[in-house]
T-cell receptor, first 114, second 113 residues
Framework: ETGVTQTPRHLVMGMTNKKSLKCEQHLGHNAMYWYKQSAKKPLELMFVYNFKEQTENNSVPSRFSPECPNSSHLFLHLHTLQPEDSALYLC?????????????FGSGTQLSVL | AQTVTQSQPEMSVQEAETVTLSCTYDTSESNYYLFWYKQPPSRQMILVIRQEAYKQQNATENRFSVNFQKAAKSFSLKISDSQLGDTAMYFCAFMNRDDKIIFGKGTRLHILP
């Protein structure tokens, strides 16, 4: 266990549904991240939060809406997704947002959009 | 643009053998950071080893070591005395001074009993 917990582990949703992914870290870290892992593609960074403030949005469509109420919790709200959004969504945290920081990952949410 | 290439999509080796996973990258920067992450079937990515580009000495973590060739922009991972628990996807990653981390597509490694 890396100290980063993601729920749910699996999620199937229709294109008109609204759902949320949850990430919680018990490591006292200040930075949290959302990554998208699609089959046969490199891991893609989606969002970065540092001390609860969003510091990075890598041109992610607005149908993905992140929320970071405190340094321990990170959500990804999903609305009107497309089938191509089906992927493994990984949450990660690090002590701080620095170049040498080690990332701690959760086990991900495997999302299927029908 | 900075890129990371892992040319071996999949590999299989016998338990206790040594295996080397290749990684090349492209950058015009002189100082950066390189990582190898492991993703077992549990899906939880774990840092295996990391290397700072300005350090010439190759990093080592127990059975894991790297061969860092800066001029060739190569960063291979060597796993010695491979174990069944080493079965996983291995991702090479590059991070520049702007904190942008770029991952390769991964190599799926099977350790056979």
């Amino acid at each position: 266990e890396t100290g980063v917990t993601q729920t749910p582990r699996h999620l199937v949703m229709g294109m008109t549904n609204k759902k949320s992914l949850k990430c919680e870290q018990h490591l006292g870290h200040n930075a949290m991240y959302w990554y998208k892992q699609s089959a046969k593609k490199p891991l893609e960074l989606m969002f970065v939060y540092n001390f609860k403030e969003q510091t990075e949005n890598n041109s992610v469509p607005s149908r993905f809406s992140p929320e970071c109420p405190n340094s321990s919790h990170l959500f990804l709200h999903l609305h009107t997704l497309q089938p191509e959004d089906s992927a493994l969504y990984l949450c990660a945290s690090s002590q701080d947002r620095g170049v040498w920081e080690k990332l701690f990952f959760g086990s991900g949410t495997q999302l299927s959009v029908l | 643009a900075q890129t990371v290439t892992q040319s071996q999509p999949e590999m299989s080796v016998q338990e206790a053998e040594t295996v080397t996973l290749s990684c090349t990258y492209d950058t015009s920067e002189s100082n950066y950071y390189l990582f190898w992450y492991k993703q077992p079937p549990s899906r939880q990515m774990i840092l295996v080893i990391r290397q700072e580009a300005y350090k010439q000495q190759n990093a080592t973590e127990n059975r894991f070591s790297v061969n860092f060739q800066k001029a060739a922009k190569s960063f291979s991972l060597k796993i010695s005395d491979s174990q069944l628990g080493d079965t996983a996807m291995y991702f090479c990653a590059f991070m520049n001074r702007d904190d942008k981390i770029i991952f390769g597509k991964g190599t799926r490694l099977h350790i056979l009993p």
